[in-house]
């Protein structure tokens, strides 16, 4: 574990997920906040029809700006405006 999240060990749980797992999904509120250690995330948005655009990754050391948002900000999600 990094040095400087030896601090933070009574409140985190590591979690390893298999690849290919969705981590949160759009419109669902945020249940954590996801820092990578090891491999990476990709962080996306669906669109009506089916295809999904992918907004940018996570990689090791860096936090999921879109989860963080969420947490902070008390909103789900990827809210869906018309």
Do not use: D, H
């Not at 298999?18 to 945020?30: R, S, V």
């Not at 947490?71 to 018309?82: D, S, V």
Request: charged share 15%.
């Amino acid at each position: 574990m990094l040095p400087s999240l030896a601090n933070l060990q009574p409140a985190i749980a590591p979690v390893s997920v298999p690849a290919g797992t969705a981590l949160f999904t759009e419109n669902t509120p945020c249940q954590g906040l996801a820092l990578v250690l090891e491999g990476e995330i990709k962080v996306s948005r669906g669109s009506g029809n089916g295809r999904s655009l992918e907004l940018y990754r996570v990689v090791p050391g860096e936090l999921c700006l879109v989860s963080s948002a969420c947490l902070f900000g008390t909103q789900p999600l990827c809210r869906r405006t018309a």
